[in-house]
């Protein structure tokens, strides 16, 4: 079998990285869970109000990339209902 080139390198690297899912916000905060002994159930994120997005936002026992991800999918969505308003409304 031929080496890969570079170029093939690459976009199988891009493929592989674009079928890796990032962790969600309940894995990134079941480790905090376990290590505190308490049973943290993060505040509902997709699909929610803002103010339940501020609730995430505002927790301390929450990573700051978790919060991120928790914004991300907040934003996504928000998105999403409003791509579905306009292709109904027209």
């Known amino acids: 079998m031929a ?15 674009a079928e ?4 969600t ?3 990134e905060v079941a480790p905090v869970a376990s290590e505190t002994g308490s049973s943290i159930h993060p505040a509902p994120v997709a699909s929610e109000t ?3 997005l501020d609730a995430v936002l505002a927790r301390d026992d929450i990573s700051p990339r978790a919060k991120n991800l928790a ?3 907040w934003m996504r969505e928000r998105i999403t209902e409003r791509l579905r308003e306009q292709r109904g409304s027209h």
């Open 3 to 17: 080496p890969m080139t570079r170029g093939a390198a690459r976009r199988l690297k891009k493929t592989v990285n």
């Open 50 to 52: 803002e103010s339940s």
């Open 71 to 73: 914004f991300s999918r």
């Open 20 to 23: 890796v899912a990032p962790p």
């Open 25 to 27: 916000v309940e894995e």
